[in-house]
């Protein structure tokens, strides 16, 4: 049996390459003429409807026949191994290059471009855009492309079959955006969908759409004048791409093919929103209809459905009056309504099809309809798991890094969030803050919630505290911390890590900050057990700015200040909003990922100006001890217990000491052991006895202080005892913490003495009186 073949065009007289009017078309044919597998049969010339870059209005056709004898004769996808294509060069087309299979049966298939019903198949040879592939493009390429295409589609090869199944029709270049809960909120009686117009784009019209309650009178700004009609169809099976339809009877036989239809639901939607006062039926502002069918898609006939697809169509010329009316939904009621028609009992969808076929003839036109994103979605597209992501967090502090991080975690889908702080947007912070200037005065909580409501407006919602995160005493900032799992401080204080981080009932606990010179940032983080807490962890990171190479300029000051107020304390730091993101997008991840481990953490990141490199340095975290005198606590960890005994050793049969480096917090009676200095090479050293010596010792701890922005300084001395000596302190011992206590009673607070033995550390506190 002969096939039949579109012939879209004017035939030109013969194949003389001059007949063509574009050089690119004639390149092409002889390439055709060159090639083993292409029989050029004939010139053909297409009205290209535009012209662009003044070239010709016209789209130059080369009709070949394509023989590929590695393409199977009987493959199941009905490609055959002989196939009359046209080859397609001009301005009005998608691409320069287009080509279309001629033969009037050929298969819709994956990967194919979208035709009007009368137009031939299109064949969607390059995934990326023209741009891209022009860079390499050739006519001989182009050939092999195509050859490419029909075999790997013949063999099913070009979609894999692990891939999830294809959507029933193709991607239109008309766009409608739904709801992300379209699905759940469709069925409701007490909402209809309304659309506006939200923009446009190269390829036509974007659409939003958004559920509002039955009976709202619509305005008439972005009324793009489309009645909606949303209809829940029968499964239909999965069973290949089809052509889109051209009219509503073509829908619904395609629909009857696949085990489903339309009609059924079309019919009883309209009934129920045609209210007891009739639809006008010549309304001049509404003269179309959105019709989206959700259709459940099966694999295999009674397999429950893999997903719900929803696919739309433009119904030109016919509002829900109209469309009523046409499918006996509805009556005219000859005063200009359409009122309900209460009288057709449907049985079938046949006996509406014998009683009103005015409907089968209604044209439609594609619309590629989309959803906006829930947080699954989110995960989903930025390869977070699921798995992890379904906490509920703590934010303290949504300044600068804080709400970068906020912003980066909302467009992920990780976490539910509370946000804590009481700080308000000043017109400087908009240098490096997500809000915006309608947000100057705001709470920063408020103005972070508003704008990551609107990033995915059906996802959890934020919660906003305005408040110190530290102050318990406010319910609502005590209730976020206690149900959380994971709380963040980007605070940039000292009291959110130290105080919450005691509290037994407080949840995991990560500190963030960037340094004054916005050139470091520093992530420090409990372990899942909590038993290294913030306020040890974060002695043990001052210990790795004292004693590492990068330590030496990490809190160098900041790049200088400028006055944002009359105040003395308004002065903002000069850093650019590119250093907070580069740190905030890093410590954001890096959250993320760390928090998925057990273990606690301590990670600098130090970005080098000159080659934009952002360079790591991860900080072991040793195991803190604590021991409670009197009133006071005092926090170590058994890397200063090593360094101690290891020093001792060194210097045995005598005994060593030095300087003790640390902090006092007043507020929480909290002493922190940072690190020991070794012995000042003026000391006096035997096996009896040690006296340290002042060699360089003020300008250790001054220098401590200046690594440190201030924090750690001198609290005390330590020294060794000998061999098969305990480190229980001595009489003399007793003397000299009693004068340190004295001494260091003018800056009101105790004196530290740590005494090293054979096998065990004692810990010692003084308090002198003030005179």
Sequence with gaps: ?????????????????????????????????????????????????????????????????????????????????????????????????????????????????HALPDEPACLCLYFETWSAVERTWTPERHLERILWWLRETAQGTLH??????????????????????????????????????????????????????????????????????????????????????????VLQDQLVTRGSEFLLGLVETLKKLIPSTGLSIHNPNVQHTLLLLRIPVVREVGADPERVDVIGFIIHGANLASLGISCDAAIDGKDGRAYVNNLQLLESASAVSAVMEAWRKLTLEPVDVRHTFMSSDARRASGVKNDGAKFDGVLAGVGALGSCMADLWCRTGWGRWTYIDDDVVHPHNLVRHIARDWHIGWAKVDAVTQLLEQTWPNAPKPVAIFAKASALGNDAVKQAIMSATLLVDATTTLEVPRDLSDRDESPRMASVFFTPSGRDSVLMLEDAGRKARLSSIEAQYYRAVLTSEWGKSHLDGHHGAYWVGGGCRDLSGVLPYDLVQIHGATLARQIRLLTAKSDAQIYVWSLNNETGALESTVVSVEVPQKVILGEWQVFWDEGITRKLNNIRDEFLPNETGGVILGYVDQKRKAIHLVDVLLAPSDSNSSQTGFTRGALGVSEAIANSAALTANIVGYIGEWHSHPKHSCASPSAVDAALLAYLAEILAMDGVPALMVIVGETDISISLGEGKIK
């Design 1 to 113: 049996m002969a096939a039949n073949y579109c012939a879209p065009g004017e035939l030109l007289p013969d194949t003389d390459p001059r007949n063509l009017a574009h050089e690119g078309a004639r390149q092409l044919l002889a390439a055709c003429q060159r090639h083993h597998a292409f029989e050029v049969v004939e010139l053909r010339r297409l009205n290209g409807g535009k012209t662009v870059d003044n070239d010709l209005d016209v789209i130059d056709g080369i009709v070949v026949e394509c023989c590929d004898g590695t393409i199977p004769s009987r493959n199941s996808v009905g490609i055959k191994n002989r196939e009359r294509l046209l080859l397609l060069h001009g301005s009005g087309l998608l691409t320069p290059h287009e080509v279309w299979a001629l033969r009037s049966d050929f298969p819709a298939t994956p990967h194919q471009n």
């Design 160 to 249: 894999r079959n692990d891939q999830p199944l294809e959507r029933l029709y193709f991607v239109s270049n008309y766009l409608v955006v739904l709801p992300a809960d379209f699905h759940t909120r469709s069925a409701s009686s007490h909402e209809i969908l309304r659309l506006t117009k939200a923009g446009a784009r190269a390829t036509g019209t974007v659409l939003r759409g958004e559920f509002v309650s039955n009976g709202i009178v619509r305005g008439d700004d972005h009324n793009p004048g489309l009645d909606v009609l949303a209809v829940q169809v029968p499964s239909a099976l999965a069973a290949g791409i089809e052509r889109y339809p051209g009219t509503l009877g």
